[in-house]
């Protein structure tokens, strides 16, 4: 069993920045891709970003280019989320996902079997 523990998450002001860190723990693959998703309520889960192993391959998601970044350390199993440049509608709950290794990661929830609890981000207009 895998379990991911997110934090870093809060209330800022539109145009601000946070750094979201998720810390993996438990029966993780070798390789594993890990990723952020983020679901406002009322709405669909949302992928954000995700990265390889290897932190070659980072797709994004169009709305957080430019101004989110992903990155991992693996000898610590984590997984962080820079946010600059933060807008109201990044609001909402941002969760933690890991994953099978992939070359070619999909922007699909479904794709990733271990999820956390989400930390949330609230920004203000």
């Known amino acids: 069993q895998v379990h991911l523990v997110e934090s870093g998450g809060g209330m800022v002001q539109a145009g601000g920045s946070l750094r979201l860190s998720c810390q993996a723990s438990g029966r993780i693959y070798a390789g594993s891709t890990m990723g952020w998703f983020r679901q406002a309520p009322g709405k669909e889960r949302e992928f954000v970003a995700a990265?390889?192993?290897?932190?070659?391959?980072?797709p994004y998601a169009d709305s957080v280019k430019g101004r989110f970044t992903i990155s991992r350390d693996n000898t610590k199993t984590a997984v962080y989320l820079q946010m600059n440049s933060l807008k109201p509608e990044d609001t909402a709950n941002y969760l933690c996902a890991l994953g099978p290794p992939t070359n070619l990661i999909l922007p699909d929830s479904n794709r990733f079997d271990s999820w956390g609890q989400g930390t949330q981000v609230t920004v203000s207009s």
């Open positions: 990265i390889n192993y290897s932190g070659v391959h980072t």
